[in-house]
């Protein structure tokens, strides 16, 4: 009998803060915070930069909630129209944006294309638990909010 009745609580409870969170998010006021990530301020590449691109650490939220790290390379020639065509880059599974992705993203901001390379969930400077965990559909997901992140740039041609 207790057991059933705690089962019942529990429930109660969980249905009240869905419903919150639901009426909130209809209203707008429950906006997905960003967890606060802890990122290198100094150069950790395997590879220089290049002299024709900027760099910033840029970090972004998935639709899961899971808060991305980034790096963004930046052509230091401004196209024609003002605007860059944008890439999204990532390693496979276990590879951080410090080695392959950040190299080829460096690359290609020398030819002209506004890049980021991120770390996905789980892994590196990024968010989400439990950590060094592949997950297809989340990954899926990484990209597409890269994706989103990017066509909202002020410099990037959606």
Do not use: C
């Not at 963004?72 to 599974?93: C, E």
């Amino acid at each position: 009998m207790k057991k059933s009745l705690k089962t019942v609580a529990v429930l109660a409870v969980a249905l009240l803060a869905s419903g919150e969170a639901f009426a909130k998010s209809k209203t707008g006021e429950n906006k997905v915070k960003m967890e606060k990530l802890k990122l290198e301020t100094k150069w950790d590449k395997t590879f220089a930069l290049s002299e024709k691109v900027t760099h910033k650490k840029v970090t972004f939220t998935n639709h899961f909630g899971i808060t991305l790290a980034a790096d963004m390379y930046t052509p230091k020639t401004l196209p024609k129209n003002g605007k860059f065509a944008a890439i999204a880059i990532s390693g496979p599974f276990g590879a951080v944006k410090e080695q392959a992705s950040g190299f080829y993203a460096n690359k290609m901001a020398e030819r002209g294309f506004l890049t980021i390379a991120f770390d996905p969930s789980f892994t590196g400077e990024s968010g989400g638990q439990p950590r060094y965990m592949n997950s297809p559909d989340i990954n899926t997901e990484d990209f597409q909010a890269a994706v989103d992140f990017l066509s909202v740039q002020e410099n990037v041609d959606p």
